[in-house]
């Protein structure tokens, strides 16, 4: 198993619609296409990106194949209407497996 972790910022006076798309849209793709949803963090002080979502997947090659799905591009591209500073990465370390 590896972990598809993936990152944003908010932008300004967009909070409202992300949450609407994220919640009404996003997150449900993203279960269609195969990820295991399994964290979501939102920074409220500090450094770092403002949403971190990260979800499960069987390998790291089924990890690129849906990211560079069309599904998932078009997505993405909507994604980009309320977010800055999209960061991704694919976590096949052993830390990545530990229930905590």
């Known amino acids: 198993m590896v972990k598809l972790v993936l990152s944003w910022d908010i932008q300004s006076g967009k909070a409202d619609e992300y949450v609407e798309f994220i919640v009404g849209e996003f997150a449900p793709a993203l279960d269609q296409l195969g990820l295991n949803l399994s964290d979501a963090w939102y920074t409220q002080a500090g450094t770092g990106p403002q949403i971190v979502i990260a979800g499960w997947l069987p390998t790291a090659e089924a990890a690129r194949q849906l990211i560079s799905s069309q599904e998932f591009l078009a997505l993405k591209e909507r994604l980009f ?13 052993p830390q990545s497996q530990l229930p905590f």
């Open 81 to 93: 209407h309320y977010i800055d500073n999209y960061a991704w990465r694919i976590d096949t370390s």
